[in-house]
């Protein structure tokens, strides 16, 4: 089963972070295999980081709230809320096979929220700067809860622009960028 997991910084815990990056990487390893997807997001400007988004094939939910509650950041108290739901990888790729690399151009976590009705299940015709993407579930699957989606795009409005925008509570879009240890 794959997870979206969205730990959202508190307000001031940078430093905090910064103090903890060994110990969230080692921890983050364990799961290497697992890793769909990972990688911080950032403040508009993409200087400070306001969280860290991880896509991960798990066994059910239990593990994927291990996972996300076990994580040295969120113990050490470094994030104000964690969105966990079930997605589905409707892509069928890590994003280590995204064809656009690592680098270049501006990336971009799409989070729409919704209710009712499931809307954008299909993958968008173009693909070219699709990272990740797929429908938020809810643990057992039957409810459609939302999409998240991470893309390279021109800017925030055209990220924003993946999704129906009339169809969502809310729709966010946060600055992201390819997340893991630095090549070494």
């Known amino acids: 089963m794959e997870f979206f997991c969205y730990h959202r910084d508190r307000p001031g815990s940078a430093a905090l972070r910064q103090e903890l990056r060994e110990e969230h990487w080692s921890y983050m390893d364990g799961f290497e295999k697992e890793m769909i997807a990972r990688g911080p997001t950032l403040s508009g400007d993409g200087g400070i980081p306001t969280g860290s988004v991880h896509i991960v094939d798990l066994p059910d939910p239990a593990a994927a709230r291990a996972f996300a509650f076990e994580?040295?950041?969120?113990?050490?108290?470094?994030?104000?809320?964690?969105?966990?739901?079930?997605?589905?990888?409707?892509?069928?790729?890590?994003?280590?096979?995204?064809?656009?690399?690592?680098?270049?151009?501006?990336?971009?976590?799409?989070?729409?929220?919704?209710?009712?009705?499931?809307?954008?299940?299909?993958?968008?015709?173009?693909q070219d700067g699709l990272i990740a993407y797929g429908p938020l579930l809810s643990d057992d699957g039957a409810n459609w809860l939302g999409t998240a989606a991470l893309l390279r795009a021109p800017d925030p409005a055209t990220a924003r622009d993946l999704l129906t925008a009339d169809r969502y509570a809310n729709i966010e879009v946060h600055r992201w960028q390819f997340g893991g240890r630095p090549a070494q």
């Open 71 to 126: 994580e040295p950041g969120y113990q050490a108290g470094a994030y104000r809320d964690v969105l966990l739901r079930r997605w589905h990888n409707a892509l069928g790729r890590t994003m280590w096979d995204f064809p656009g690399g690592r680098t270049g151009g501006n990336r971009y976590l799409v989070l729409g929220l919704g209710a009712g009705e499931a809307v954008d299940l299909a993958v968008p015709a173009d």
